[in-house]
């Protein structure tokens, strides 16, 4: 059954230091997101990604993050100055289509920042 | 930000029964709903959707329930296995939303022998 994977499955970094967490998302689907979920609380979407550009993102993607298609399966997240609040489980999913249409997760990278 | 709640944050079931989990939603524009399963230091992985235009869609062992004037949806699982026992995340999406689901907050179902 074809996955969404995700690497690493665990990154520990440095506050200030830049981080890029990998996915590959199902062959065929051509919507991609990242979520997280900081821990106890809920899971929350930071952006979605379509014919190479974001469609949508929420408040907590702000400049510090950037997504990017690198080539024709990877699908990146990279944070550039990481802040302690900033750990997280961070899930990658992928999806067919764009409406009405379930959405694939990884198993997600847990990031620690220290 | 609560507009998915689920408000039993935990729920116990004899191997067997029934088990219901229960999601509300306050806005009403959302017009997809879905149930997710996830296991500790797994993602969260698809069970069973639903769109407005429905009531009810069964999938084996699970069935969603849509009250739309309620704005309250229900997953029921018949019979519980002991496999079942996982947090349960109710998500909803509207159209024109780019897909972004809004969860709530998830309830650790925990079925017992």
């Known amino acids: 059954e074809p996955e969404v994977t995700q690497t690493p499955s665990h990154q520990v970094t440095q506050m200030g230091q830049e981080v890029i967490l990998r996915c590959v998302p199902i062959?065929?689907?051509?919507?991609f997101y990242w979520y997280r979920q900081i821990l106890g609380q809920k899971v929350e979407f930071l952006v979605s990604?379509?014919?190479?550009?974001?469609?949508?993102k929420s408040e907590i993607f702000d400049d510090q993050f950037s997504v990017e298609r690198p080539d024709g399966s990877n699908f990146t997240l990279k944070i550039r100055s990481t802040k302690l609040e900033d750990s997280a489980m961070y899930f990658c999913a992928s999806s067919e289509g764009q409406m009405n249409t379930e959405a694939f997760f990884g198993q997600g990278t847990r990031l620690t920042v220290v | 930000d609560q507009q998915v709640k689920q408000n039993s944050p935990s729920l116990s079931v004899q191997e067997g029964r029934i088990s219901i989990l229960n999601c509300d939603y306050t806005n009403s524009m959302f017009d997809y709903f879905l149930w997710y399963k996830k296991y500790p230091a797994e993602g969260p992985t698809f069970l069973i959707s639903i769109s407005s235009i429905k009531d009810k869609n069964e999938d084996g062992r699970f069935t969603v329930f849509l009250n739309k004037s309620a704005k309250h949806l229900s997953l029921h699982i018949v019979p519980s296995q002991p496999g079942d026992s996982a947090v349960y995340f109710c998500a909803a999406s509207l159209t024109g939303g780019g897909n972004k689901l809004t969860f709530g907050t998830g309830t650790q179902l925990k079925v017992e022998l």
């Open positions: 990604f379509y014919n190479n550009e974001i469609s949508e």
């Open positions: 062959s065929n689907h051509l919507y």
